[in-house]
């Protein structure tokens, strides 16, 4: 997505949004050591986003931002922790 777009997600702007070449990306994109997540989703539609943002089961973690080779231009996805429901 867009930053025009990302900037739409509300529940992420409290959220970092960290360059691919971050360390810190690996908080985001990797699946924390609590049990009460069961899968990390990546999201990079925005009317996937607003749709996922929805659900109960789906806590927003932060956000990735992929630049091309030139870094003239970047692509964002979104990440989305998926909670338990199997008790």
């Known amino acids: ?9 509300k529940q992420f702007s409290d959220l970092p949004l960290y360059d691919e070449d971050d360390p810190r990306c690996s ?18 539609d925005i009317v996937e986003a607003h749709t996922q943002s929805r659900r109960n089961d789906f806590v927003p973690a932060g956000a990735i931002r ?5 870094r003239t231009d970047s692509m964002i996805c979104v990440y989305f922790f ?6």
């Not at 997505?1 to 997600?9: C, F, K, R, V």
């Not at 050591?33 to 990390?40: A, I, R």
């Not at 998926?82 to 008790?87: A, F, M, P, V």
């Open 1 to 9: 997505m867009t930053n025009q777009e990302y900037a739409e997600l």
């Open 27 to 44: 908080l985001i994109d990797t699946l924390p050591p609590e049990p009460l997540y069961q899968s990390v989703v990546e999201v990079t």
């Open 66 to 70: 992929h630049w091309n080779g030139d």
């Open 82 to 87: 998926h909670r338990r429901t199997d008790g």
